[in-house]
């Protein structure tokens, strides 16, 4: 069975970093398309960033340059790296597979707040 469990979340004030996590069990991250997504309140569920399995990251514009997505093989284990947060940020983070996210199986996913 595959659980992907996001953490990191919190509350913080604009400018500031956070480090989302996303430790997996049941698949390998290294030999899948991970990617990082959220929701903010009353708007759509929208990518934000992506690796491949050959470590290729894709980031949307909105966070590009600010946010950096990697894996630690290892630790089965996929992040985010924060910065330069934005009130807009603020959502619920959420990671996945490619194919999970096609799927519609999510996770619990992990608050972000940034307060202006």
């Known amino acids: 069975q595959v659980q992907l469990v996001e953490s990191g979340g919190g509350l913080v004030q604009a400018g500031g970093s956070l480090r989302l996590s996303c430790a997996a069990s049941?698949?390998?991250?290294?030999?899948?398309?991970m990617g990082w997504y959220r929701q903010a309140p009353g708007k759509q569920r929208e990518s934000v960033a992506g690796?491949?399995?050959?470590?290729?990251?894709t980031y949307a514009d909105s966070v590009n340059g600010r946010f950096t997505i990697s894996r630690e093989n290892a630790k089965n284990t996929v992040y985010l790296q924060m910065n330069s947060l934005k009130p807009e940020d603020t959502a619920v983070y959420y990671c996945?597979?490619?194919?999970?996210?096609?799927?519609?199986?999510w996770g619990q996913g992990t608050q972000v707040t940034v307060s202006s």
């Open positions: 690796i491949t399995t050959g470590g290729r990251t």
């Open positions: 049941g698949i390998i991250v290294s030999v899948n398309t």
């Open positions: 996945n597979t490619n194919s999970r996210a096609r799927e519609g199986s």
